[in-house]
C-alpha cells in the first residue's frame, strides 16, 4: 500500500480549512440575516399591532357615534309623535263636531291636517322601527339550525301573498344544516322573497331553491318580475334606494339584510335584466358552518 504525499495531504487540509472557513463565515452571513429578519418582522408585528389597535379604536368611536345618532333620532322621534298624535285628535274632533260647528271651507282645511299629521306619525313610526331593526343586525346570535326548514316556514307565511298576487311560489329546499341566527335569516329571506312577490305580476313565478355545496350553503330566489336596469343594480343596497318609487317600501331593507348575511360571513349576490326578472342568492361559507357548528357542539 503506497503512502501518502505528505504535500498532498497538507494540500487537502488547507483546502478543508478554507472550505471550513467560508462555511463559518456564511454561516455567521445567515445568523445575522436571521437575526435582522427577526428584528423586521418584530417592527413590522409592532406596527400591525399599533394599526390594530388604532383600527379597533376608530370602529369604537364609529359605533359609539352612531348609537350615539341612533338614540338621537329616536329621542326627536318620540318627542314628535305625542304632539302630531295630539294635532291629529284635535283635528278629528273638529271634523266630528265635538268643537262646535264649522263651515265646509274650514272643515276641508282641518282634514288636510289631520291627513297631513297621520302621514307624519307613520313617518315617525317607521323611523323608529328602521333604527330598531338597524341596531339589531349588527348582533349575532346563531346555532346549528336545519336551513330547509327555514326556507320553508318563511316561504309558507307567504303564500297568501303569493296567492292574492296570483303569483306561484316554489319551494325546492333539501335538508342542510348550518350554523345561523335563525331570526335574522328569516328576516332576510323574508324581505327577499317577499320583494320577489311585490315586483312580480300576476300570472308570474317566484322560485326558491336551497343547495348545499361542500364549502357553501346557497338560496337562490329567482323571480319572473319586472327586473332592473344598471343603474338599479348598483344602487339597490343603498340607504333608503327604491327600485320603483310608486311601490312601498323603506329603502332599508335590503341594506339591512345583506350586513345581516355578513355578519354571518356570507353575502347576497343579485342578477338581474330589466323586464326579464331577477335573481337574489344568499350566499353562507359552509367551512364557517361547520367550524361554528363543533365550536357550538
Not at 41 to 65: P, T
Not at 101 to 107: A, K, N
Not at 164 to 183: H, M, N, S
Request: proline letters at 4%; one cysteine or more.
Amino acid at each position: 500500500m503506497t503512502a501518502p504525499d505528505p504535500e498532498q495531504l497538507l494540500a487537502r487540509i488547507a483546502e478543508l480549512e478554507q472550505q471550513n472557513s467560508s462555511l463559518l463565515a456564511q454561516n455567521e452571513e445567515l445568523a445575522h440575516q436571521n437575526l435582522e429578519l427577526e428584528r423586521e418582522i418584530g417592527r413590522r408585528g409592532v406596527k400591525l399591532n399599533c394599526a390594530n389597535i388604532a383600527l379597533s379604536r376608530a370602529q369604537i368611536a364609529f359605533d359609539q357615534q352612531a348609537r350615539h345618532r341612533e338614540e338621537a333620532v329616536q329621542d326627536i322621534a318620540h318627542d314628535l309623535r305625542t304632539p302630531l298624535t295630539s294635532i291629529k285628535g284635535a283635528a278629528q274632533n273638529v271634523l266630528d263636531g265635538i268643537a262646535g260647528p264649522v263651515d265646509d271651507r274650514v272643515l276641508a282645511y282641518v282634514d288636510i291636517i289631520k291627513n297631513q299629521s297621520v302621514r307624519l306619525i307613520g313617518v315617525v313610526n317607521w323611523l323608529l322601527q328602521a333604527i330598531r331593526i338597524t341596531s339589531e343586525a349588527r348582533s349575532l346570535d346563531a346555532a346549528p339550525a336545519d336551513v330547509a326548514r327555514l326556507v320553508d316556514d318563511v316561504a309558507n307565511a307567504l303564500r297568501p301573498i303569493a296567492r292574492e298576487r296570483d303569483v306561484t311560489l316554489t319551494v325546492v329546499a333539501p335538508e342542510a344544516i348550518g350554523c345561523i341566527d335563525v331570526a335574522k335569516l328569516h328576516q332576510v329571506l323574508e324581505n327577499i322573497i317577499g320583494n320577489a312577490l311585490k315586483f312580480t305580476d300576476p300570472g308570474g313565478e317566484v322560485r326558491v331553491s336551497l343547495d348545499a355545496k361542500p364549502d357553501e350553503l346557497r338560496i337562490d330566489v329567482v323571480d319572473t318580475g319586472i327586473g332592473m336596469d344598471e343603474d338599479a343594480l348598483e344602487r339597490i343596497f343603498h340607504r333608503y334606494y327604491r327600485a320603483n318609487p310608486e311601490r312601498e317600501g323603506s329603502g332599508l331593507g335590503l341594506l339591512i339584510a345583506r350586513e345581516m348575511v355578513r355578519l354571518h360571513g356570507g353575502d347576497i349576490e343579485v342578477e338581474s335584466e330589466l323586464g326579464k326578472g331577477s335573481r337574489f342568492s344568499v350566499v353562507l361559507p359552509r367551512a364557517q358552518q361547520s367550524e361554528s357548528s363543533n365550536a357550538a357542539a
